[in-house]
């Protein structure tokens, strides 16, 4: 049996997929397993790499930069790109906008946060911070790029700021606003959006890009080891990506947006990469 791990006995024209657990980038079990924006996107390059077989395989991400690394013949559909990573990974062009950290809030708050929201829909996180009526939940441990960790430091310790802990914390934070405990925290929106598919309870969540944040969006590429083996799978990967980022990728990352995010990113992807093809 060829494994991800032995070279020698593995086929040049099989791709060993590894995937993590991180929905809805990838969704590995329950009722939406497969359908994550870069699920769909894999799948979808399977069906336009002829002449190639593929397995499938879990593991966290640390272990997936170490098979890469280690110049194995396995790829990754969903990596953000680093100037390291580079020497050992041959990255896709840009596959997909991502959407960045804002805050996410229920319709309900929504009039209650308005006053630091200004007339492009942006909200001052500084502002929102110095609003002692409004209490905003965060994640211990995590890290919000962007400059947003450091408008945080900026007002550690404030009491209207509701840090929270735990395996599920995300959830955690989602039920307290909609109990009332908080009004809005820090999140990624098509994060917010899966919680809200999975439960009821969390319907009519907003997104709100943040004015401070040094960053409108990230990239998300699909890579592989940098061989000569893994530059050919790109180099057939790249034909995809380029034809199909801009409408089909677009709708894959979409289905896990609410309704009023949609337009924001429509416009922030297809000006994107319309200046990649200037």
């Not at 020698?8 to 590894?18: A, D, G, H, L, M």
């Not at 211990?140 to 914390?169: A, P």
Request: aromatic share 12%; proline share 4%.
């Amino acid at each position: 049996i060829a494994t991800a791990s032995d070279n020698s006995k593995q086929p040049e024209n099989q791709i060993t997929w590894y995937r993590a657990d991180f929905p809805p980038v990838t969704i590995l079990q329950g009722q939406h397993a497969d359908s994550g924006f870069f699920d769909k996107t894999m799948f979808f390059l399977i069906n336009h790499l002829p002449g190639y077989t593929h397995k499938f395989k879990t593991a966290n991400f640390k272990r997936i930069i170490e098979e890469l690394k280690n110049n194995k013949n396995v790829c990754c559909p969903s990596l953000y790109k680093t100037a390291d990573r580079e020497r050992f990974i041959a990255f896709s062009a840009p596959a997909m906008v991502v959407l960045p950290n804002g805050i996410i809030t229920s319709k309900n708050n929504l009039e209650k946060l308005r006053p630091h929201i200004d007339q492009n829909g942006m909200i001052s996180l500084r502002s929102l911070l110095q609003d002692n009526s409004i209490t905003t939940g965060i994640s211990i441990g995590r890290i919000y790029s962007g400059g947003i960790d450091q408008i945080l430091s900026e007002f550690k310790g404030k009491k209207n700021i509701f840090v929270h802990s735990g395996q599920n914390v995300f959830f955690d934070l989602l039920s307290m606003m909609y109990k009332g405990r908080i009004d809005c925290l820090i999140g990624y929106p098509a994060e917010a959006e899966y919680f809200t598919k999975n439960n009821e309870t969390f319907s009519n969540q907003r997104y709100i890009p943040i004015k401070e944040s040094t960053v409108d969006f990230t990239i998300g590429y699909i890579g592989c080891s940098n061989n000569e083996w893994g530059r050919e799978i790109i180099k057939q990967i790249d034909e995809v990506v380029l034809e199909h980022r801009d409408n089909t990728f677009i709708n894959f990352y979409e289905d896990w947006l609410e309704e009023s995010t949609k337009d924001y990113h429509l416009n922030l992807a297809r000006e994107y990469f319309k200046t990649l093809s200037q």
